[in-house]
């Protein structure tokens, strides 16, 4: 069985611990209980967090306990770790309900079946109850002013034109408190997370010393960006959503075939639950072909798969196919996988003439704003259907299974039509 943390660095997710030798026999020894915490800041995770949340799922696999951590609580303060300005405070409904959904999206990836030994828990429910002098004392007490300003992100906005607000700052103090809570109640010896936490992890790290007599632990991964620096799950629209309505799994799949050939192998490691063995496989199959993307192709699916499940994943690469695969030969169900993909149209039959067939759809979906643009479109070769050029506005239309067929107006335009 391979050692978890020797896996762990065999895909670049070990970049600061405490005392490797102690966590390594702490390991060893029995089922340890760590935690990683995700603020709600939002209504749904991102790529970004699937690499957290599978650091926990590799755990749990190993026969360990772990606790996703949701910070209703620390979500109303917000972590100023990587960021130059202050963030804008949620209310407690919109809180509340991103909480909702992020635990919804973490019990697809995790098991919290009470015989896993996993939980899912939301700091909230332990710090509503604590007053504000019970935590100067019990908290505020055991660390410094000094340590807190030592950190990178709090020293680099008190340099900053913006410098903090005392909110933010007192983040630090809540997130050790997390620790200290959960090391008490749960027996919690280890908290992970990426390499900008590594701040606040040693402050919880140190409160469970001061206030327990306890030495507990601390790992963090590289935080991922592209190999040109960029970040990570970012696209020209936005972030890149694990929900379905923020992201389309289409949308999901596509990012991850086109990855680029520097950072595949990297993301193949990290961000699935494949053997490190086998991942190096894919890439000398990848290595003697690379315009086949297999080694893409394999990252988007089992992305998709993991987020979402195999038949999601079946459909988004039905819809690459439609789109840019070979069609000559497209079938109803490729067609049928493009809906909600690109825009589409239901006509009755009976709406779609005899004489100009293509016109009239072409009129009637919006691809062409009239008849005579139509026609024009059509004249000027600019009008394919089912990937076939039209020549001539008096051809039929043929439909795929006679339901369905796939227009296109110069490039990019596409347009899907259901026939009733």
Request: with cysteine; proline share 2%.
């Amino acid at each position: 069985m391979v050692d978890l943390l020797d896996d762990l660095r065999s895909r670049g997710l070990l970049q600061d611990n405490t005392d490797e030798a102690s966590l390594r026999a702490l390991l060893d020894a029995a089922p340890v209980t760590l935690y990683l915490g995700i603020d709600p800041s939002a209504d749904s995770l991102h790529v970004g967090h699937l690499v957290g949340v599978l650091v926990l799922r590799r755990f749990a696999d190993a026969g360990h306990r772990p606790l996703a951590l949701v910070g209703g609580a620390t979500g109303m303060i917000g972590d100023p770790s990587g960021r130059s300005d202050e963030r804008n405070l949620l209310d407690a409904t919109t809180l509340e309900a991103n909480a909702a959904a992020i635990e919804r999206q973490l019990g697809r990836l995790l098991d919290f079946d009470e015989d896993s030994g996993a939980r899912l828990v939301n700091n909230y429910h332990w710090t509503q109850q604590v007053t504000l002098i019970d935590f100067l004392r019990d908290v505020g007490k055991h660390v410094t002013v000094n340590q807190m300003i030592a950190k990178d992100s709090v020293r680099a906005r008190m340099q900053g034109d913006q410098g903090i607000s005392f909110t933010e700052f007192s983040y630090m103090l809540l997130q050790a408190f997390d620790f200290w809570w959960q090391f008490e109640h749960y027996d919690c010896r280890l908290q992970v997370g990426g390499s900008d936490q590594w701040g606040n992890i040693c402050a919880g790290i140190d409160l469970v010393r001061r206030r327990s007599g306890v030495s507990v632990h601390g790992l963090t991964w590289p935080l991922m960006t592209r190999a040109d620096g960029t970040k990570f799950g970012k696209t020209a629209e936005g972030a890149v959503w694990l929900d379905a309505e923020r992201t389309l799994p289409f949308e999901l799949h596509q990012y991850f075939v086109n990855t680029d050939d520097s950072d595949v192998e990297r993301l193949l490691l990290q961000l699935t639950l494949l053997p490190v063995a086998e991942v190096s496989e894919i890439m000398a199959a990848h290595s003697s072909a690379t315009h086949e993307r297999i080694a893409q192709r394999r990252l988007a699916d089992e992305v998709c798969t993991l987020v979402h499940d195999a038949s999601t994943t079946k459909q988004a690469r039905l819809a690459a196919e439609a789109l840019f695969g070979d069609l000559s030969s497209l079938s109803s169900q490729q067609l049928e996988a493009l809906r909600g993909i690109v825009p589409e149209t239901e006509l009755a039959g009976s709406a779609v003439g005899a004489d100009e067939p293509l016109v009239d759809v072409l009129a009637a979906t919006g691809v062409c704003s009239s008849r005579s643009d139509a026609r024009r479109a059509i004249d000027s070769g600019g009008v394919r259907v089912n990937g076939q050029r039209i020549a001539s506005s008096s051809e039929p239309l043929e439909l795929v299974d006679g339901r369905y067929a796939l227009l296109q107006r110069g490039r990019r335009h596409r347009h899907l039509l259901v026939v009733d």
